[in-house]
């Protein structure tokens, strides 16, 4: 497996040697399975032998795999699961979430439905209303592109929020829009210096006008009191529960905090947790993450650990993405880094040298190529191994820069319905030729790269069906572009079906133990209503989750299963 390559045809041909006596040759395999699955459309993720009928699980694994050998080994007391021509398929996993973020969002304002600067002032006093005098409202998902543009400011909300601090963050998280209550809290003023990495935005007069950008937040999120513990994990247990209703099994958590990692480890100290986690801590504490790593290892298979994850520029919607060129309708403006370049090399070199995974966050064209760059010098400096340095999100990519990723070997992981979403007015920001690189999965893959999906949720639903439909039709969200947004990155269901299972076992290396269906590897399954590779792919996002099985056990079943 050491000589795995990052094209996923050769992985697959690495994977599935040997994969039929794997499949099929279990006759002399002993005892009877604990579960075995009967009668469905198994899609192994394999090249020898893609589909199967039936297979068999004990304790945690996969047994069996082939209506044969899982009907030798059913026994007395085997609970057989009738399938009833369902498609089975590798459990679905998530290459970037900010899951307690995502979690708490659902008990919070909900903003995703806004459509008017009206309505955003009404949602906002209606829920403040609910709250007692003093205590902050949050919020998540409000968009001023669906409402023409126009950002909103403090004085939108201090009339129906005189006594509540209001911090509400744009739909990419690179933007929050807070109150004038919220500014005197956190001690914002005229006065307050613009941070590195980020803009207080000031109006014709030099006050705040309540939008701030990227580090900008920082000052806010500072005085807003953080849930205790026991608060913590019961909202990281309703994102548990949302998750395995839409059929994952893992999530690579991506925040920039310890808060998830901390949660996750009490929840795995009272026992399973139902979700597999693999937290990237921040990068910039790659010392931290080096020090628990020699002292307590890297975790097991319920949550781990061992990655790390850095900020190299903002967002597109927040105008804060680094890009070659300005942005289209603004000829001064071309993004900035979060961070200075020194020392964001510093910690990547630091965390390398220590054996941890490295992922930088990069969405323009120009930050991708610095952070290329800074993969390529470290690989030189540190020597060979089996880094799997990873980009996230690696939204706007320079053509001629795609085949880098291929030939260094670097993970893009991409979030889709990003690109059918902010696809509604990425060309309104981003000039032609920037455009074409633009979520550009197909060229990637072409090139030989390792491509893995996930959501970057609560950014974008937590839903891996809406994931694959995006990918392979990339349909914008406002029904204005039916043949795709730059439909020539569109990409097969059975390839986003791989980014979505194989792609993401190898980003978190554990190929070897999920990402595919076959004996010995950790029986974790989703199972739908239709077969992705033959449906029709405008019905893909609407598909229904009927079960998801994580370590051999059900721990999602529909009320239709």
Avoid at 26 to 34: V, Y
Wanted: proline fraction near 4%; aromatic fraction near 6%; charge should be neutral.
């Amino acid at each position: 497996m050491a000589s795995l390559q990052l094209n996923r045809r050769a992985m697959l041909g690495a994977l599935g040697a040997g994969s039929a006596t794997l499949l099929l040759g279990n006759k002399g395999a002993a005892g009877a399975l604990d579960t075995a699955y009967i009668n469905g459309r198994i899609w192994t993720g394999l090249n020898a032998v893609p589909l199967a009928g039936a297979l068999g699980i004990t304790g945690d694994r996969i047994a069996c795999v082939g209506k044969a050998a899982t009907a030798a080994r059913i026994g007395r007391a085997t609970r057989v699961v009738d399938l009833k021509g369902a498609f089975v398929c590798p459990g679905f996993m998530d290459n970037h979430t900010h899951f307690l973020m995502g979690s708490q969002a659902l008990v919070q304002v909900q903003l995703l439905p806004v459509r008017t600067p009206q309505q955003l002032i009404e949602t906002i006093g209606a829920f403040a209303r609910t709250l007692p005098a003093g205590k902050w409202l949050q919020g998540f998902g409000w968009d001023a592109e669906r409402w023409g543009g126009e950002l909103p400011s403090r004085q939108w909300l201090d009339a129906v929020t005189p006594d509540t601090p209001v911090f509400v963050q744009r739909t990419d998280g690179h933007i929050a829009l807070v109150n004038s209550l919220a500014l005197r809290l956190a001690g914002i003023d005229r006065n307050t210096p613009q941070p590195v990495g980020g803009t207080i935005d000031k109006d014709a007069k030099g006050e705040p006008t309540g939008i701030l950008r990227d580090n900008a937040m920082d000052p806010v999120l500072a005085v807003i009191p953080p849930p205790g513990a026991g608060e913590t994990d019961a909202i990281m247990r309703r994102g548990i529960e949302l998750g395995l209703s839409r059929g994952l099994t893992q999530v690579h958590n991506a925040d920039m905090d310890w808060d998830v990692f901390e949660s996750a480890r009490r929840l795995r100290s009272h026992g399973e947790t139902g979700l597999r986690f693999y937290n990237l801590a921040p990068l910039k504490q790659w010392e931290k993450l080096a020090k628990l790593v020699r002292e307590e290892g890297r975790g097991d298979d319920w949550v781990r650990w061992g990655g790390l994850k850095g900020m190299a520029d903002g967002a597109l919607g927040s105008r804060t993405a680094l890009m070659r060129q300005h942005y289209a309708n603004d000829d001064k403006n071309f993004g900035f880094a979060l961070q200075l370049l020194e020392q964001f090399r510093e910690c990547v070199m630091g965390a390398d040298r220590a054996g941890l995974q490295v992922a930088v966050h990069a969405i323009g064209d120009a930050a991708i190529d610095k952070v290329l760059d800074i993969f390529a010098a470290t690989s030189k400096a540190n020597g060979r191994r089996d880094r799997r340095f990873r980009i996230e999100h690696a939204q706007h990519i320079a053509l001629d820069a795609v085949a880098r990723f291929g030939r260094e070997k670097v993970i893009a992981c991409i979030h889709p319905y990003h690109a059918i979403d902010d696809g509604r007015w990425a060309g309104k920001v981003l000039n032609p030729d920037q455009l074409k690189g633009s979520w550009a999965t197909r060229s990637l893959l072409d090139g030989g790269a390792m491509v893995s999906f996930g959501s970057d949720w609560p950014v974008a639903p937590l839903d891996p069906l809406g994931g694959i439909e995006a990918a392979v039709l990339r349909r914008t969200t406002d029904g204005l572009q039916p043949a795709g947004f730059v439909p020539e990155q569109k990409i097969t269901a059975v390839e986003a079906l791989s980014a979505y299972t194989l792609g993401n076992a190898y980003a978190g290396f554990q190929e070897h133990k999920l990402g595919t269906i076959q004996p010995g590897k950790l029986a974790d399954l989703t199972v739908l209503d239709q077969n992705l590779l033959d449906c029709d792919p405008a019905t893909i996002a609407a598909t229904q989750v009927l079960r998801t099985v994580v370590g051999g056990r059900e721990r999602f079943t529909a009320s239709a299963a």
